[in-house]
């Protein structure tokens, strides 16, 4: 990466005062030295493995030479990466980012439970001709060993009882669950993560080289541009020279002013590199009733729709800039808002991007005071969603709910407290649009507008919520997030439970046409799905958030259609 540059306006002397404090702190030397003092005190010394991945890395080229050989000399069509989270974002960026690469496989990557959204996938692959390299740090989360299942007992349709290990790559720990059942299975290669680097720094780690490797990305190349981000950031470089801590400070000093809403801003062939950073930031500073709330994928909008709550990162690619996003970009800057402008020469740089983040990221965890590298509002969550699957595995089914208002195929649902709320909002004989308008209603300045849905991220219906959250930002004047679930759980998740108590809720749910069963399981992959909402709506109430849950028919688009009416006619005027 080359050139970095800051709009920062009036807030430059306070982020200036910032750096010469972390420079006589010697905030940049004692990250690297683990000090735990710089953030909580508590364990973060356990958890900065991701500091010397580069150089590890690097000494283990012919691994990563070696399966790409193998890989393109066994002639595989397809590679199939199945995770979640820190396992699946960065592959993730790489498939979006260099497509397919000729004489290899073209990477799909699947973390979703909508059991629509896995069929698709199955049908879009030739499952004769994949690969699935399954990833997960613990070997222990829900998501990636179901997918594994599944896709496992279908191979072994195709190929022969006993040789579907063949078509398995296992990305885990050392020790982990997930490694004891590839050598049970007999997977055809297994890779280790570190331990001490938590999933969503681990991008550089084999959990992102490894599929980047199958899929053909010069590994070597991104690791030297990491390399060459690890030695600019180093302990001895003066606070306001290291381009990691000044980033860092920078979007700290932005945050406690109030500036909190970090909006996302990407060329368009990186436009999927604002996903890796939505669960880096989101997950690492969201806690303690503070964060850093990452916006990724808003459209560019006017100066005036965006309130005195925004700063704007612009990772631009020069060799492919937008014209247009550049002239959106001084406008906003003109206008007073924060814009901070990261270039990259090519895709390539993504490795350097990678590293930068990571240790701007800890930097920022320093500024708000808090632990970057735990998140301990996630297993609330996975244990309310284990605690639904459990009950269903003995009982055969999920506890009832109430829905507060059934009508013209949709169903609204929330907890007790936001039901007394948005109960004296509306009449007794409230219509849809009178709910829907009601909770719409809550938001306010300062705000984010949260749309978390359940249902098959295909282009059709991400376009009807991407309307869906630009008409809210627009005509309320604040920042808009899209998760899809359960994803956003491994991402957003945190920051949901952690974070500000800022956000009013849309949970998005709906009833699936087709159901797919999970081979050694009592529950479907629909069941699984609901239990997941459920248990995330049951951590957000805890909470005490402002939310509601609106449960679509199966005809999703036309439920979406009928949300999307509601809302145009909630914020009329």
Same mark, same amino acid.
């Given at each position: 990466?080359?050139?970095? =540059?800051?709009?920062?306006?009036?807030?430059?002397?306070?982020?200036?005062?910032?750096?010469? =404090?972390?420079?006589? !702190?010697?905030?940049?030397?004692?990250?690297?030295?683990?000090?735990?003092?710089?953030?909580?005190?508590?364990?973060?010394?356990?958890?900065?493995?991701?500091?010397?991945?580069? *150089?590890?890395?690097?000494?283990?080229?012919?691994?990563?030479?070696?399966?790409?050989?193998?890989?393109?000399?066994?002639?595989?069509?397809?590679?199939?990466?199945?995770?979640?989270?820190?396992?699946?974002?960065?592959?993730?960026?790489?498939?979006?980012?260099?497509?397919?690469?000729?004489?290899?496989?073209?990477?799909?990557?699947?973390?979703?439970?909508?059991?629509?959204?896995?069929?698709?996938?199955?049908?879009?692959?030739?499952?004769?001709?994949?690969?699935?390299?399954?990833?997960?740090?613990?070997?222990?989360?829900?998501?990636?060993?179901?997918?594994?299942?599944?896709?496992?007992?279908?191979?072994?349709?195709?190929?022969?009882?006993?040789?579907?290990?063949?078509?398995?790559?296992?990305?885990?720990?050392?020790?982990?669950?997930?490694?004891?059942?590839?050598?049970?299975?007999?997977?055809?290669?297994?890779?280790?993560?570190?331990?001490?680097?938590?999933?969503?720094?681990?991008?550089?780690?084999?959990?992102?080289?490894?599929?980047?490797?199958?899929?053909?990305?010069?590994?070597?190349?991104?690791?030297?541009?990491?390399?060459?981000?690890?030695?600019?950031?180093?302990?001895?470089?003066?606070?306001?020279?290291?381009?990691?801590?000044?980033?860092?400070?920078?979007?700290?000093?932005?945050?406690?002013?109030?500036?909190?809403?970090?909006?996302?801003?990407?060329?368009?062939?990186?436009?999927?590199?604002?996903?890796?950073?939505?669960?880096?930031?989101?997950?690492?500073?969201?806690?303690?009733?503070?964060?850093?709330?990452?916006?990724?994928?808003?459209?560019?909008?006017?100066?005036?729709?965006?309130?005195?709550?925004?700063?704007?990162?612009?990772?631009?690619?020069?060799?492919?800039?937008?014209?247009?996003?550049?002239?959106?970009?001084?406008?906003?800057?003109?206008?007073?808002?924060?814009?901070?402008?990261? !270039?990259?020469?090519?895709?390539?740089?993504?490795?350097?991007?990678?590293?930068?983040?990571?240790?701007?990221?800890?930097?920022?965890?320093?500024?708000?005071?808090?632990?970057?590298? *735990?998140?301990?509002?996630?297993?609330?969550?996975?244990?309310?969603?284990?605690?639904?699957?459990?009950?269903?595995?003995?009982?055969?089914?999920?506890?009832?709910?109430?829905?507060?208002?059934?009508?013209?195929?949709?169903?609204?649902?929330?907890?007790?407290?936001?039901?007394?709320?948005?109960?004296?909002?509306?009449?007794?004989?409230?219509?849809? *649009?009178?709910?829907?308008?009601?909770?719409?209603?809550?938001?306010?300045?300062?705000?984010?507008?949260?749309?978390?849905?359940?249902?098959?991220?295909?282009?059709?219906?991400?376009?009807?919520?991407?309307?869906?959250?630009?008409?809210?930002?627009?005509?309320?004047?604040?920042?808009?997030?899209?998760?899809?679930?359960?994803?956003?759980?491994?991402?957003?998740?945190?920051?949901?439970?952690?974070?500000?108590?800022?956000?009013?809720?849309?949970?998005?749910?709906?009833?699936?046409?087709?159901?797919?069963?999970?081979?050694?399981?009592?529950?479907?992959?629909?069941?699984?799905?609901?239990?997941?909402?459920?248990?995330?709506?049951?951590?957000?109430?805890?909470?005490?958030?402002?939310?509601?849950?609106?449960?679509?028919?199966?005809?999703?688009?036309?439920?979406?259609?009928?949300?999307?009416?509601?809302?145009?006619?909630?914020?009329?005027?």
């Amino acid at each position: 990466m080359s050139q970095h =540059t800051y709009g920062i306006g009036s807030y430059r002397n306070a982020v200036s005062e910032a750096l010469n =404090t972390a420079h006589t !702190e010697r905030i940049g030397e004692r990250i690297w030295k683990a000090d735990t003092s710089v953030w909580s005190g508590r364990d973060e010394n356990r958890w900065v493995g991701w500091l010397h991945i580069v *150089d590890q890395q690097q000494a283990q080229q012919n691994t990563f030479s070696g399966i790409a050989a193998d890989i393109r000399k066994t002639g595989f069509s397809n590679a199939l990466l199945l995770g979640m989270g820190g396992s699946s974002l960065c592959p993730e960026v790489m498939r979006m980012t260099f497509g397919k690469i000729s004489g290899y496989p073209e990477l799909f990557v699947l973390d979703s439970t909508v059991p629509a959204q896995v069929a698709r996938f199955e049908k879009e692959i030739d499952l004769r001709n994949t690969v699935c390299i399954v990833a997960s740090k613990s070997g222990s989360t829900t998501e990636p060993n179901v997918f594994r299942d599944y896709f496992y007992d279908r191979l072994e349709q195709v190929v022969g009882t006993g040789r579907a290990g063949e078509r398995f790559i296992a990305v885990t720990d050392p020790g982990s669950m997930m490694e004891a059942d590839a050598k049970r299975r007999n997977f055809r290669l297994i890779f280790y993560g570190v331990p001490e680097i938590g999933g969503r720094y681990s991008a550089l780690s084999h959990f992102g080289m490894i599929p980047a490797a199958v899929m053909g990305v010069d590994v070597s190349a991104l690791l030297d541009r990491a390399g060459d981000m690890v030695r600019r950031c180093g302990p001895s470089v003066p606070a306001d020279e290291n381009p990691g801590l000044k980033l860092g400070i920078t979007l700290g000093v932005l945050a406690r002013a109030g500036r909190d809403k970090m909006t996302i801003v990407t060329s368009p062939a990186l436009w999927d590199f604002g996903a890796w950073m939505e669960q880096l930031i989101a997950e690492s500073t969201g806690k303690e009733g503070k964060g850093l709330i990452p916006i990724d994928a808003e459209t560019l909008g006017a100066p005036d729709v965006y309130g005195n709550d925004r700063v704007f990162a612009y990772i631009r690619l020069s060799s492919n800039a937008d014209p247009a996003q550049d002239r959106a970009m001084d406008a906003l800057e003109t206008a007073g808002h924060p814009v901070i402008r990261l !270039e990259m020469d090519d895709p390539l740089d993504m490795g350097a991007a990678f590293f930068l983040w990571e240790f701007a990221t800890a930097a920022a965890g320093h500024m708000l005071g808090i632990n970057p590298f *735990d998140q301990p509002n996630v297993q609330e969550s996975k244990d309310y969603t284990k605690n639904l699957t459990d009950a269903y595995e003995q009982t055969g089914s999920l506890p009832a709910e109430e829905p507060v208002f059934e009508g013209e195929g949709l169903r609204l649902y929330t907890d007790t407290a936001n039901t007394a709320d948005l109960k004296n909002r509306v009449p007794p004989d409230a219509s849809l *649009d009178t709910w829907i308008a009601a909770h719409v209603g809550r938001i306010g300045p300062g705000d984010y507008a949260a749309f978390n849905v359940y249902v098959d991220m295909n282009e059709t219906n991400h376009r009807s919520i991407q309307t869906l959250r630009h008409r809210v930002r627009d005509t309320k004047g604040v920042a808009t997030t899209l998760g899809y679930g359960p994803r956003f759980l491994h991402s957003t998740g945190q920051l949901h439970k952690g974070g500000p108590n800022s956000g009013v809720f849309f949970q998005i749910t709906c009833d699936d046409a087709h159901d797919l069963e999970i081979p050694g399981r009592r529950f479907s992959f629909g069941t699984l799905k609901t239990a997941q909402a459920t248990g995330d709506l049951l951590a957000l109430s805890s909470r005490k958030r402002r939310l509601l849950r609106i449960h679509l028919p199966a005809d999703v688009a036309g439920g979406l259609d009928r949300i999307r009416e509601a809302v145009h006619r909630a914020t009329a005027g």
